[in-house]
T-cell receptor
Framework: SAVISQKPSRDICQRGTSLTIQCQVD?????MFWYRQQPGQSLTLIAT?????????ESGFVIDKFPISRPNLTFSTLTVSNMSPEDSSIYLC?????????????FGPGTRLLVL | GQSLEQPSEVTAVEGAIVQINCTYQ??????LSWYQQHDGGAPTFLSY????GLEETGRFSSFLSRSDSYGYLLLQELQMKDSASYFC??????????????FGTGTKLQVIP
């Protein structure tokens, strides 16, 4: 299984600012996924990041608000732009099992964001 | 689209057996997965069923019936550390024809002494 780290683990930000979350994997992976999870709620997929191409965003999420970079096969960033209190959430990155098995995903520890 | 239903909360006694059900709707079904998430922690993968039947991994088992669009997670010999949220996740095909994984709303399991 892949080992995933995220930075920062938590942050408190002022509205209108932006925060970039980093996700590092200990092995090369084709796809990385970014999720949002409100406390006590389910996981909502924001976007899928492929190395070398633009990220694919889910309905309700746009690139201007959540720009994603994927410079290589072990790293990705998600930026939460022009933040509002509604963006307060846990942001998780994940990767799928080797071989493209999306049904088996490994998650990072998450970034807990509070926007004031 | 894809949708899942699972109970929001379940309480069970230490040492007992508990079953968490999940029904789903999807197109182009690939499989059903289960994840465990402790408070403040990240989701961790438990099991995956692509075919009908029971998959056993230690104290945890997962069952799938594709004809009924139904699955369950069975936890045996419950321990206090099993108190967590359990998510089922269905892998299917979205409206754009791409494979997509959708998570259920989660079942919060409380194990009591």
């Amino acid at each position: 299984s892949a080992v995933i780290s995220q930075k920062p683990s938590r942050d408190i930000c002022q509205r209108g600012t932006s925060l970039t979350i980093q996700c590092q994997v200990d092995s090369q992976v084709t796809m990385m996924f970014w999720y949002r999870q409100q406390p006590g709620q389910s996981l909502t997929l924001i976007a899928t990041a492929n190395q070398g191409s633009e990220a694919t965003y889910e309905s309700g999420f746009v690139i201007d608000k959540f720009p994603i970079s994927r410079p290589n096969l072990t790293f990705s960033t998600l930026t939460v732009s022009n933040m509002s209190p509604e963006d307060s959430s846990i942001y998780l990155c994940s990767v799928e099992e080797a071989g493209g098995i999306k049904e088996t995903q490994y998650f990072g520890p998450g970034t807990r964001l509070l926007v004031l | 689209g894809q949708s899942l239903e699972q109970p929001s909360e379940v309480t069970a006694v230490e040492g007992a057996i508990v079953q968490i059900n999940c029904t789903y709707q999807t197109s182009g079904f690939y499989g059903l997965s289960w994840y465990q998430q402790h408070d403040g922690g990240a989701p961790t993968f438990l099991s995956y069923n692509a075919l009908d039947g029971l998959e056993e991994t230690g104290r945890f088992s997962s069952f799938l019936s594709r004809s009924d669009s139904y699955g369950y997670l069975l936890l045996q010999e419950l321990q206090m550390k099993d108190s967590a949220s359990y998510f089922c996740a269905v892998s299917g095909v979205d409206s754009g024809g791409y494979q997509k994984v959708t998570f259920g709303t989660g079942t919060k399991l409380q194990v009591i002494p």
